[in-house]
T-cell receptor, first 117, second 112 residues
Framework: GAVVSQHPSWVICKSGTSVKIECRSL??????MFWYRQFPKQSLMLMAT?????????EQGVEKDKFLINHASLTLSTLTVTSAHPEDSSFYIC?????????????FGPGTRLTVL | AQRVTQPEKLLSVFKGAPVELKCNYS??????LFWYVQYSRQRLQLLLRHISRESIKGFTADLNKGETSFHLKKPFAQEEDSAMYYCALSGESGGSNYKLTFGKGTLLTVNP
């Protein structure tokens, strides 16, 4: 159990277009999901915390108008990269916190590789 | 502010040798500490959490609040342990701060 999926697994888009990435918790409910960015051979950098039914909380330096997050249900959060540019090319990873447990138990998706031409 | 430091970017050992991956943290309260592992071409997965005090795949980690450390140890490394290891920290259990702060990671290579 406790599987998190991401779709798409990779995407190539033209500069100026918008790309939506989905994160789903397949067999558990997640009131909180997290979005990370990972550059090659580097660590995960938290971008934002996505809370079901409320606005996302963005980390310092992350443009909320650039990276739109929607957490419409207990199993789905989406990240939309608006007007993407080559510098947005990266590996985007989501994690979902299992709500049923009292402690902090998070499960990670496989990631989405975004390439902006 | 919470911070996690993994001083070693790369660590190479021979099969059967002991291995220790270092992790130090900075946090004003009582944190939760984790070790995550990422095998080649796989997703990040939880290896250990300090509150469980368990041994997974022969790895153990003890939280030392005096030294603010949470080093990962294994007495006899195996080739399949080769992976990227991340130490991570979050706020007090049960609190609202569940976000994880990751260290930069240590790439462990176990040579035959």
């Amino acid at each position: 159990g406790a599987v998190v999926s991401q779709h798409p697994s990779w995407v190539i888009c033209k500069s100026g277009t918008s790309v939506k990435i989905e994160c789903r918790s397949l067999d558990f409910q997640a009131t909180t999901m997290f979005w990370y960015r990972q550059f090659p051979k580097q660590s995960l950098m938290l971008m934002a915390t996505s809370n079901e039914g409320s606005k996302a909380t963005y980390e310092q330096g992350v443009e909320k108008d650039k990276f739109l997050i929607n957490h419409a249900s207990l199993t789905l959060s989406t990240l939309t990269v608006t007007s993407a540019h080559p510098e947005d090319s990266s590996f985007y990873i989501c994690s979902a916190r299992r709500t049923s447990r009292g402690y902090n138990e998070q499960f990670f998706g496989p990631g989405t590789r975004l390439t902006v031409l | 502010a919470q911070r996690v430091t993994q001083p070693e970017k790369l660590l190479s050992v021979f099969k059967g040798a002991p291995v220790e991956l270092k992790c130090n943290y900075s946090y004003s309260g009582s944190p939760e500490l984790f070790w995550y592992v990422q095998y080649s071409r796989q997703r990040l997965q939880l290896l250990l959490r300090h509150i469980s005090r368990e041994s997974i795949k022969g790895f153990t980690a003890d939280l030392n609040k005096g030294e603010t450390s949470f080093h990962l140890k294994k007495p006899f490394a195996q080739e399949e342990d080769s992976a990227m290891y991340y130490c991570a920290l979050s706020g007090e259990s049960g609190g609202s701060n569940y976000k994880l702060t990751f260290g930069k990671g240590t790439l462990l290579t176990v040579n035959p």
